[in-house]
């Protein structure tokens, strides 16, 4: 079975501050990562994806992240953060790249501070 | 183009009723999931669907959840006795077969009271 973990439930940084969202998985096979962002009263968003190959992936907005798969990770970073960015974030976790389901971490609340 | 659309935003019923929400996906896409997120939690998968099959229901809570998909296309996910623990935004999303990102819609917010 695959399962997500993502250790910090709310992150406070202040507007052009770096930050890093933490994202851990468990998984015995091959996997998928992604992460998605909520803005209140909107639907998620993806913001990047990892399917193979390089381990950096880039995405939308200036954030990137970066796969390890000896720590089982793929933490989420941007190096100067904007207001617009506080939002709701998601790492979600696939067995395959497509027709199978996503198994979410529980959030991460990113909010920045002016 | 349109992206995947969710009727209706709200729903407030009472305990014990049956609730329909429906889902519209990208135009296109044969694979269409259900999801349903809890307050302060990532969504929780119920149903996937590959075509007009459901290919994988194990998340289903229980019996009283159930969705189909009769023409491929459009799902309607039907709850009967509603119950509290109900309450929950249910999410959908769609995906082609060729591609690993699923795109999401609003999200349905049932209430039950």
């Known amino acids: 079975a695959q399962s997500v973990t993502q250790l910090d439930s709310q992150v406070p940084v202040f507007e052009e501050a770096p930050v890093e969202l933490r994202c851990n998985y468990s998984?015995?096979?091959?996997?998928?990562l992604f992460w998605y962002v909520q803005y209140p009263n909107q639907g998620l968003q993806l913001l990047l994806k990892?399917?193979?190959?390089?381990?950096l992936v880039k995405g939308i907005n200036g954030f990137e992240a970066e796969f390890n798969k000896s720590q089982t990770s793929f933490h989420l970073r941007k190096p100067s953060v904007h207001i617009s960015d506080t939002a709701e974030y998601f790492c979600a976790v696939s067995g395959s790249r497509s027709g199978n389901q996503f198994y979410f971490g529980t959030g991460t609340s990113l909010t920045v501070i002016p | 183009g349109a992206g995947v659309s969710q009727t209706p935003s709200n729903k407030v019923t009472e305990k014990g009723k049956y609730v329909e929400l429906r889902c519209d996906p990208i135009s296109g896409h044969t694979a269409l999931y259900w999801y349903r997120q809890s307050l302060g939690q990532g969504p929780e998968f119920l149903i996937y669907?590959?075509?007009?099959?459901?290919?994988?229901d194990s998340g289903l809570p229980n019996d009283r959840f159930f969705a189909v998909r009769p023409e491929g296309s459009v799902s309607t996910l039907k709850i009967q006795r509603t119950e509290r623990g109900d309450s929950a935004v249910y999410l959908c999303?769609?995906?082609?077969?060729?591609?690993?990102?699923?795109?999401f819609g609003p999200g349905t917010r049932l209430t039950v009271t």
């Open positions: 669907f590959q075509g007009t099959g459901a290919a994988d």
């Open positions: 998984s015995s096979v091959s996997v998928y």
């Open positions: 990892y399917l193979s190959g390089s381990t």
């Open positions: 999303a769609s995906s082609s077969i060729r591609d690993s990102e699923q795109y």
